[in-house]
């Protein structure tokens, strides 16, 4: 079945540090891909997405690109700041019967101290 | 209001009472998603609706039963639950391509006694 990994956290790093947070996966299609954030107390907000092999998605710094060869979609920003603390998922949706199947993955923690 | 709402966000009951949870999305869209979201484990996805048609249940327990009366409005019904649902539930919408992004509400924290 289609599967989602993410790297264990939580992740600690000072304000500035360079972030990366790794995201594999397995599909039996061809799926688009996304990076979703969830700050403490609410929903999922959506970060930055790919919808085809080498496609970059990028918003607010973050960065992702599509690797078909090596099925990841690693998170990346050059300078992360202590108001990106949060819990960070990894999904990847196909279409099943016309409808999205998303997977998504365990959720990274990030948490930038001053 | 805009986006996608659900009521109520924190929710306490106890075993055999009956609850509901709803959730309300103003973007235009014909999918409506639930998920749970527990501690330390992946979102689950629990239902589908597709064009106000259930579409998926993930083997859902029985005690969970969900309405989609119109493409803007998903109601989750609760009845009997166990201290083991409690969590966050989100809901979901989206428009029908693989391509389209999901909007997730702030989720309903249930807390079952």
């Known amino acids: 079945g289609d599967s989602v990994t993410q790297m264990e956290g939580p992740v600690t790093l000072s304000e500035e540090a360079f972030l990366t947070i790794n995201c594999t996966y397995t599909a039996t299609g061809y799926p688009s891909l996304f990076w979703y954030v969830q700050y403490p107390g609410e929903g999922l907000q959506l970060l930055l997405k790919a919808t085809k092999a080498d496609d970059k998605g990028s918003n607010k710094g973050f960065e992702a690109t599509y690797r078909k060869e090596t099925t990841s979609f690693h998170l990346e920003k050059g300078s992360v700041q202590v108001s990106d603390s949060a819990v960070y998922f990894c999904a990847l949706i196909l279409l099943s019967g016309g409808y999205q199947k998303v997977t998504f993955g365990t959720g990274t923690k990030l948490q930038v101290i001053p | 209001e805009t986006g996608v709402t659900q009521t109520p966000r924190h929710l306490v009951m106890g075993m055999t009472n009956k609850k509901s949870l709803k959730c309300e999305q103003h973007?235009?869209?014909?999918?409506m998603y639930w998920y749970k979201q527990s501690a330390k484990k992946p979102l689950e996805l629990m239902f589908v609706?597709?064009?106000?048609?259930?579409?998926e249940n993930n083997s859902v327990p029985s005690r969970f039963s969900p309405e989609c009366p119109n493409s803007s409005h998903l109601f989750l019904h609760l009845h009997t639950l166990q201290p083991e649902d409690s969590a966050l539930y989100l809901c979901a919408s989206s428009s029908r391509g693989y391509q389209e992004t999901q909007y997730f509400g702030p989720g309903t924290r249930l807390l079952v006694l």
């Open positions: 973007l235009g869209h014909n999918a």
């Open positions: 609706y597709s064009l106000e048609e259930r579409v």
